[in-house]
């Protein structure tokens, strides 16, 4: 295996940050993110397809997007070819050799959004702009959510703020300004509609109403996040921050930065938002929102997200988890390769707000 090279800059900008700051280990951070790398590059097989190949897009859909961001452009594209010869159709969707495992098939769009997102990365058009087409046929036309069900789900079915912040993220990738856009809208008035502080809830139905009662117990995780309690969705609130930062950058409009902050300041008093399976977007979203503004507060959540996924780091560079992990065999690449994707875009964000 060829010695993996961090293609963000030397030694000199980290001492400088860290010099600045006094909290920051970002060589730790950079050290992180190369052995994870260097350990998704072992699972991938001479076809270009990554270990467990049978679990389809639950094991491959973050990869392209961590391996461009490690300036591994080459296993990247073998990658993306496999995807589009071995499971995308003729629509854009990925239903050939393999179902959906896990919350993949609940969240319809999300492992379609990052694979879109992660081959734009790359110029690897052949997979982005079909994929692209096909979400943004997922996208409601009156309101701008995304349908949480796929192309199963009518207009009436249910729309939600993850399935959204990662559609609005894709569309932002491939340049689609008028379906961002949407999107945007689309949360800013799920938050409108919040009836109280301590409950954020994050699906809307028919008519565009919120969805607050009827669901089943078991159910509850994915419909209300519950303020200052542990082991909440913490991955929904924090991508809608993550969007909505990067669409505010896009647009050149702090409207949207304010509606980030809003979404991420949900987060604020749970027990384990810096440390749960669901934490690293928390991070990225806030190291983003310290680059845009410059908000000590911010900083110190992207640093204390950032030292937990550096201790639940395991010794051969891999991590048991993502935030969409549900007891199979592909969370620890899925975890891995969002790892990598979380730690290195915190590094990025913090090295531009310093």
Known sequence: MRGLQDPSGGCGLVAGIEGARGLMDLKSYRQAVISGTKWLMTQQEPDGSFRPVDHGIATCHKVPYALALMGEEERAARLCAWV?????????????????????????????????????????????????????????????????????????????????AVGGLACLHMGQTEPA??????????????????????????????????????????????????????????????????????????????????????????????SSIWSGFVGWAAAELYAALGVQGYLDVAVAVADSLLAQQLENGSWLQASMSADLESDVLDGTAEHVIVLKSITKALALGA
């Not at 690897?124 to 796929?150: V, Y």
């Not at 008035?189 to 117990?217: C, H, S």
């Open 84 to 164: 589009v010869d071995q499971l995308m159709d003729d629509e854009g969707d990925f239903t050939r050799l393999y179902p959906r495992l896990g919350l993949m098939g609940r969240y319809y769009e999300y492992a379609n959004a990052w694979l879109v997102s992660g081959a734009q990365k790359l110029g690897i058009f052949s997979l982005s702009w079909p994929a692209a087409g096909f979400l943004l046929s997922l996208q409601h036309p009156k309101t701008g959510g995304f349908l949480t069900a796929g192309p199963a789900a009518g207009f009436a079915d249910e729309q939600d703020l993850l399935s959204t």
């Open 181 to 274: 856009l949407r999107a945007g809208e689309y949360l800013q008035v799920l938050l409108d509609l919040q009836p109280r502080p301590n409950a954020l809830y994050m699906v809307t139905g028919a008519g565009g109403k919120l969805i607050q009662t009827g669901f089943a117990e078991d159910e509850e995780f994915h419909y209300v996040y519950h303020v200052g309690r542990p082991s909440q969705f913490h991955a929904a609130p924090a991508l809608a921050a993550l969007f909505l930062t990067k669409l505010g950058e896009a647009m050149g409009d702090g409207h949207w930065r304010e509606l980030a902050r809003s979404y991420l300041r949900y987060t604020d008093s749970s027990p384990d938002r810096d």
